[in-house]
């Protein structure tokens, strides 16, 4: 069994920063893709970012490119979201997923475990 813990949520103002991470269980982290989701109050869940399963790949969201930074430390098995230049909209719980393939992905539905979430709130 697979479990994905997020951490570093908060309150921040715009203009600021975050860096959310997000630490796995298990020995096979490095064999797959990772991606990051955010879902806003009444509104579904979207694709922010994904790395593929050593890092060489990564793909974003338009809304977030420029901005945010996905990476991932495979002797920690961690991956990481460092959001920058926060705007309001950028205000939802984030969760982290793991995909069951080595390169990035953008679908929801490609991904099989997930965390719980961490909320973030960027005050205007």
């Known amino acids: 069994q697979v479990q994905l813990v997020e951490s570093g949520g908060g309150l921040v103002q715009t203009g600021g920063s975050l860096r959310l991470s997000c630490a796995a269980s298990g020995r096979t982290f490095s064999s797959y893709a990772m991606g990051w989701f955010r879902q806003a109050p009444g509104k579904g869940r979207d694709f922010v970012a994904s790395?593929?399963?050593?890092?060489?790949?990564?793909y974003y969201a338009d809304s977030v490119k420029g901005r945010f930074t996905i990476s991932r430390d495979n002797a920690k098995n961690t991956v990481y979201l460092q959001m920058d230049s926060l705007k309001p909209e950028d205000t939802a719980v984030y969760y982290c997923a793991r995909a069951p393939r080595v390169d990035v992905t953008t679908s929801q539905y490609e991904y099989d475990y997930w965390g719980q979430g961490t909320q973030v709130t960027v005050s205007s």
């Open positions: 790395i593929s399963w050593l890092g060489g790949s990564t």
